[in-house]
């Protein structure tokens, strides 16, 4: 068989990120050569995204200009993976015939078995085999199989879990990632000592509901029970909790954060709405009282707590009245990072035939009404850090300028939140990615902070 070059794409959530991770870490176990261009690369494959309108037409696009190489460049077989081909499989099949393996979120573990068969047929002069495959997702990677580190040498996810238990009426994820299955305690705790070993010093944990972790299988193992041996790992300095979800962050929970430094006063909570009405034609498992209670149970515990979240706007059956609650309450609540979503139309979700669907133009004049409330107060936010400390995990040279050093401190999660940029070294000769430091903050702006090393 001729060289194996391979050129990927990976779109979507820090999740969907993993899985490319995996399926690299197996092309290269089996001497593919990874490219950086895609016109030098006889293989690409892009991972996609499907969860909303906007990300689907994302991953169409990049598969089109993808496409193009096989005309200009030397690729010979494009592939797609991901949640797009486990929803829409057959209409790709249909009308993208430029794609010629299509993958989808339970078979990706299969990538070097399926392009074997493929490339085989071409150098044969065969028939390609069949170009679907697509089932119930039934696996979830361990420690055992290969997975390369992409991004930031310091940084990575950790997937606990895969799948949903949940049935959000505006959620397609149960349905493209299947049931929650989640890994055992002793894989995660080996894969994290791993990373520690080959330079990670935040551990970001990802699953698409990190509070339903072990549910399948009553709690035996659970949040509660992971946290406490990952603090454990030498090497590891930062643990970073995303996707908890409010209606099971019980009150160990809380305490274990508050008690265990190394986990980050950084709460990553999707609550999507605050009024009762809307939450609970959402089918959300939660109350305002319920979000009121925990906001101000974690904030009397660890004061300096920080919180993310996620809000849709436009739901069917959101009055204008609805909507004035959820500004107030938000108002209220004060949250460090949100974002502001609106509602899309999915087809196989509960909402898709609900009633009551709220005009596109209103739901754009809602959106934007509560950006602005949101954009005011995380200004106040970026002002309160001024003159302040923090550890920084220095993350490389700003790509603004080689003079400044770039990195990030507990508010900031990875490329969603902000940065830090270091104009001063103080005493420091040198500092390294991967360095944590202390920065005691200069400079406030709207998505970025100044700060010099104390």
């Not at 077989?77 to 979120?105: A, H, N, W």
């Not at 009024?275 to 009397?300: D, I, Q």
């Not at 602005?372 to 920084?392: C, H, M, T, V």
């Not at 969603?416 to 500092?431: C, Q």
Request: aromatic share 6%; net charge negative.
């Amino acid at each position: 068989m001729k060289t194996k070059s391979v050129y990927f794409v990976s779109l979507g959530c820090p999740k969907n990120l993993v899985d490319s991770q995996v399926m690299l870490g197996l092309l290269e176990k089996e001497k593919y050569s990874i490219s950086q261009s895609p016109d030098r690369a006889n293989v690409i494959i892009v991972n996609t995204c499907s969860f909303i309108q906007a990300s689907k037409e994302e991953s169409i696009e990049t598969i089109l200009e993808m496409a193009d190489f096989k005309q200009t460049g030397v690729c010979e077989l494009l592939v797609v993976s991901g949640c797009l081909p486990q929803r829409y499989s057959s209409e790709l099949k249909k009308e993208m015939p430029e794609i010629d393996l299509l993958i989808g979120t339970g078979q990706y573990h299969r990538i070097t078995e399926l392009l074997g068969k493929h490339q085989k047929a071409i150098e044969q002069g065969d028939p390609l085999p069949e170009r679907a495959y697509v089932d119930q997702p039934a696996f979830i990677h361990t420690e055992s199989d290969p997975r390369m580190h992409t991004g930031k040498k310091a940084s990575a996810f950790l997937k606990i879990s895969e799948g949903c238990n949940r049935r959000c009426a505006f959620c397609i994820i149960p349905t493209l990632r299947g049931k929650v299955r989640s890994r055992s305690i002793h894989s995660l705790v080996e894969e994290a000592k791993g990373m520690a070993k080959n330079g990670v010093k935040e551990l970001n944990l990802v699953a698409q509901d990190l509070t339903h972790y072990g549910i399948e299988n009553d709690y035996q193992e659970n949040l509660e029970r992971l946290l406490p041996e990952l603090v454990k790992i030498d090497g590891i300095e930062w643990i970073r909790l995303h996707y908890a979800y409010p209606d099971r962050f019980s009150s160990e929970l809380v305490d274990l954060i508050a008690k265990e430094k190394k986990i980050v006063n950084y709460i990553d909570m999707p609550i999507q709405h605050t009024s009762n009405a809307v939450l609970k034609k959402m089918g959300r498992a939660l109350t305002k009282e319920r979000l009121f209670n925990l906001v101000s149970e974690l904030r009397e515990k660890i004061p300096e707590v920080v919180f993310r979240t996620s809000i849709i706007v436009g739901f069917p059956g959101e009055t204008e009245q609805d909507f004035l609650e959820l500004c107030e309450d938000l108002r209220n609540l004060n949250l460090d990072h949100v974002g502001v979503f609106r509602y899309s139309k999915e087809e196989g979700t509960r909402a898709f035939d609900m009633d009551n669907q709220v005009p596109a133009a209103e739901a754009r004049k809602r959106s934007q009404k509560l950006i602005q409330i949101l954009q005011d107060q995380r200004w106040e936010k970026q002002n309160s850090y001024l003159g302040k400390e923090f550890p920084a995990l220095i993350e490389g040279v700003s790509s603004e300028s080689d003079l400044l050093l770039q990195g990030r401190i507990p508010t900031q999660a990875q490329e969603i939140d902000g940065y830090v940029l270091i104009n001063d070294l103080g005493d420091h000769e040198t500092v390294d990615p991967g360095d944590l430091v202390m920065v005691r903050v200069t400079e406030a702006h709207p998505d970025f902070l100044v700060a010099s090393l104390v």
